[in-house]
């Protein structure tokens, strides 16, 4: 986060009245302190030699900007625009016309939990640490438009998904007919959800070696290259707050809430074009912890300019998610053969 881009973030909370100084903290230094756990993985005791504060007040002034930038997540995480396609496919001949009605990418990752005694074995994921599956949307601006946070690190990225669009208290954004998101092969590929084939090679050194079905190879291969904003977005944010890889012995409320307050600031942050300029630089990292069964995307052999007529193509909206993809991936052969 750029000095500007903490000035107006530090303004905003002030004259919305949701962090208030006190007689002792000013706002900026209650924002410092928050950030300065977040953004370091910083302990307590750290923050407190560092802001030379007891440890009642860096835990006190912790969960007040805790609960007050959870509380923006409807404000700065929004569903994304789903009426115009975005320039990502629009001026992609990889993805233009066939993923034209994509609105965003979704996937489940791992993050950090601290948690102790009889509870931690539902907690523990993959790898066997104690985790947290947060289920995530991203646009192709790598910003978060969802988030679901709360289910241990035990649960199926299939169950955390389902929770979230049968419970309408979690709000999730369900884009128009004709509009999906894209998913990995561990969801199913249905309603507005466009998943990949499975048990189908797509990486370039599988497929010299093994040969396979090519229509699906190629769908594969661009379905998991502009899927991969997910990844992006999970990786540039876990890097810019380390607590989300080494979660500290907060109560079990406060963390479940700490990745979505991270989301906020990760979003209010990708708004400052000098903060997506450090992103650049540091270069994006994909995601380690995330759920998705193929990550890893060779350059597309296939990605050939396929001609100003494609721009014409019309991508029935009527189809099952299984005939639309078969559609999806008929349009690619012929479009990369002609």
């Given at each position: 986060m750029t000095r500007d881009c903490f000035v107006r973030f530090s303004s905003i909370m002030e004259q919305t009245g949701r962090l208030t100084a006190s007689r002792a903290v000013s706002v900026e230094e209650q924002l410092m302190i928050f950030l300065f756990v977040v953004g370091h993985g910083a302990s307590n005791r750290d923050a407190q030699e560092t802001w030379q504060r007891s440890g009642s007040t860096i835990s006190k002034y912790f969960g007040i900007v805790l609960e007050a930038i959870f509380n923006m997540s409807g404000e700065y995480i929004r569903p994304p625009d789903m009426t115009n396609v975005h320039h990502t496919i629009r001026y992609s001949n990889r993805?233009?016309?066939y993923f034209q009605g994509c609105v965003g990418a979704i996937d489940g990752t791992?993050?950090?939990?601290?948690?102790g005694g009889a509870r931690a074995d539902k907690f523990r994921g993959r790898k066997g640490d104690t985790t947290w599956n947060v289920m995530?949307?991203?646009?192709?601006?790598?910003k978060f438009?969802?988030?679901l946070s709360g289910w241990e690190g035990s649960a199926h990225d299939a169950r955390v998904l389902e929770h979230a669009i049968s419970e309408p208290q979690n709000s999730f954004p369900f884009p128009p007919p004709g509009k999906y998101y894209l998913v990995d092969s561990g969801y199913a590929n249905r309603g507005c959800f466009l998943a990949p084939y499975r048990g189908t090679n797509y990486h370039l050194r599988d497929r010299r070696r093994l040969g396979g079905d090519r229509k699906k190879e190629q769908f594969n291969y661009r379905h998991a290259s502009l899927r991969n904003a997910i990844e992006r977005t999970f990786g540039i944010w876990k890097r810019r707050f380390p607590i989300l890889r080494s979660m500290h012995q907060f109560p079990l409320d406060k963390q479940a809430m700490i990745p979505v307050a991270c989301a906020v600031l990760h979003n209010f942050i990708r708004m400052d074009p000098a903060s997506v300029a450090q992103d650049h630089v540091s270069g994006d990292e994909d995601?380690?912890?995330?759920?998705?069964?193929d990550d890893s995307v060779d350059a597309d052999p296939d990605g050939v300019d396929?001609?100003?007529s494609s721009s014409h193509l019309n991508i029935p909206q009527d189809m099952d998610m299984g005939a639309f993809r078969d559609y999806v991936t008929n349009c690619i052969h012929e479009g990369s053969s002609g």
């Open positions: 993805f233009f016309p791992h993050v950090s939990a601290c948690v995530a949307a991203c646009d192709f601006d790598l438009t969802y988030m995601d380690d912890d995330a759920s998705s069964e396929v001609g100003e």
